[in-house]
């Protein structure tokens, strides 16, 4: 029988395992073909795990001893900063290479357990620093939708692979935007958690009160899946919460949510007309659908991006002093200790890496901390009170999660700042510590290509629920 892998959610790929339609096998063998065939163009994967039908085989014994969960036989992949025991992990980096994973990441160990197939490592920017995969030490990862646009990033490879059928599901993280914007460039959905909803254990750290694991999937129902089996305290990142952290928003069962839309910061000739559009029609939608749109006020929100842009490299630039050429990966020797740190450093890091590490140097220096971390610091305790006051309005807030679709290849290499604009939606979520939810929505006709757009929703700290409830709505799930 041939997998129809186009319309396979994680839900009827169990089904169809369950009833015996095909084996966990024969679906892993389907997305290795898949692989085979599209990612000498796509460049989503950097491995692919040569025991992948190893691992299906032992998900179908527990298939047919009857003791296989909602997970069991789904294949899928891993970004290359989440750590699998034994496996390589690299984070794009070149300092990695050669690095294997001494533990696995909790979010993966979970999966493992309940069943996964792992496929592959998937592609990133180096250290998850960037937004179109361009700063891999391993080639830049293609858009599916036209190979001369990029997938996003800084999980591009993950998004990618779910969107050329080549996985059912992929792990990426999310700092800035890191999952949300390549889903939206390359149509699938892309869920950034709760701060601490998901274990950090295992995921190369980038600006660790910012990142979180997270899914990326073809739909709402499959991200809800992967997050409730990912999701939970673990005893190795303290930063976690539990299911109950946060009280329910109380409402009756089935009562239609209130959307509040930031209008004023919408306004702007930043965002591309098509996204505009979709973005209204997604609207329009959830109207028809008995939901209320209400305008909203964000007083601060124009500053999420200076204070994401302060803290995030403040905090990249004390995380990456670990890769110091002794206790990971490359070492090129000096005359003395000094000098090998140096020089492996100078020969492991990409551009974007040390850019990160001077800024952050930089606002954290004596003199400049007053001036730059500490006011970006209080900046963040007022945005995240603009959310909270609104939130006591509305149940969601909706912008598009990207100012356009996927851009060229090239076309923001050369303007740091130009990139940096990318991530005006996506950064609050993080600075605020809110779960948020890309799904796409609507798409643009650019040079014979349809390239997609993407919606996000972002929901009160534990509301993941909400960004579920009103996702499948809109999709139809
Ligand atoms: N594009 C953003 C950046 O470059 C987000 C990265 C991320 O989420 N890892 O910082």
Same mark, same amino acid.
């Given at each position: ?173 999310? *700092?800035?935007?890191? !999952?949300?914007? /390549?889903?939206? +460039?390359?149509?699938?959905? &892309? $869920?950034? #958690? ?60 089935? *009562?239609?949510?209130? !959307?509040?839309? /930031?209008?004023? +910061?919408?306004?702007?000739? &930043? $965002?591309? #007309? ?75 890091? &990409? ?127």
């Amino acid at each position: 029988m041939k997998i129809d892998l186009k319309n396979l959610s994680i839900e009827k790929a169990a089904r169809g395992l369950r009833q015996g339609d095909f084996t966990a096998v024969e679906l892993t063998q389907a997305c290795l073909d898949q692989i085979q065939a599209a990612n000498p163009g796509v460049n989503a994967y950097l491995e692919v795990f040569a025991d992948a039908l190893d691992q299906a085989k032992r998900a179908d014994e527990k298939l047919k001893a009857g003791t296989a969960g909602p997970l069991t036989g789904i294949p899928g992949a891993i970004k290359d900063n989440i750590m699998l025991k034994g496996r390589r992990a690299g984070a794009a980096s070149k300092i990695l290479e050669g690095y294997t994973a001494t533990y696995d990441a909790t979010a993966a160990a979970k999966l493992t357990e309940a069943g996964v197939v792992w496929l592959g490592r998937t592609n990133m920017d180096e250290f998850a620093m960037g937004g179109s995969t361009e700063n891999s030490a391993y080639g830049v990862t293609k858009n599916p939708h036209d190979l001369s646009r990029v997938a996003g990033g800084s999980s591009g490879g993950s998004a990618a692979a779910v969107a050329m059928e080549g996985a059912l599901f992929a792990l990426g993280s999310d *700092t800035g935007g890191s !999952i949300r914007q /390549p889903a939206s +460039f390359c149509g699938v959905v &892309g $869920l950034k #958690p709760t701060y601490g909803a998901i274990s950090r254990y295992g995921l190369m750290a980038m600006g660790s009160s910012l990142d979180q694991i997270g899914p990326i999937g073809r739909t709402v129902g499959d991200c809800q899946v992967l997050f409730e089996a990912m999701r939970g305290r673990d005893r190795r990142d303290s930063t976690t919460i539990s299911e109950n952290t946060y009280a329910a928003p109380r409402r009756e069962k089935g *009562t239609p949510l209130t !959307i509040g839309v /930031p209008r004023h +910061f919408l306004s702007g000739d &930043g $965002l591309d #007309p098509a996204a505009r559009e979709a973005f209204e029609k997604a609207l329009a939608e959830f109207e028809a659908k008995g939901y209320q749109i209400r305008d909203i006020e964000l007083p601060n929100i124009a500053y999420a991006l200076m204070v994401y842009y302060i803290v995030m490299p403040a905090e990249v630039s004390s995380n990456m002093a670990r890769f110091d050429g002794v206790k990971y990966g490359l070492h090129v020797d000096g005359r003395d200790g000094i000098e090998d740190y140096f020089r492996t450093r100078r020969a492991g890091l &990409g551009r974007e890496v040390v850019r990160r590490i001077l800024l952050g140097t930089y606002v954290l220096s004596a003199g400049y901390h007053d001036a730059y971390y500490n006011r970006a610091n209080a900046m963040r305790r007022l945005i995240t009170e603009d959310f909270e006051k609104a939130f006591q309005a509305v149940d969601l807030v909706a912008t598009p999660t990207t100012p356009g679709p996927a851009f060229k290849i090239g076309e923001k290499t050369g303007d740091p700042v130009a990139m940096y604009l990318e991530d005006i939606f996506t950064v609050t979520a993080n600075i605020t510590g809110l779960p948020a939810l890309s799904v796409p929505y609507g798409s643009t006709e650019r040079d014979g290509h349809t390239l997609p757009l993407g919606l996000q929703l972002t929901a009160r700290a534990g509301a993941e629920a909400d960004l579920f409830t009103a996702g499948k709505l809109l999709l139809g799930e």
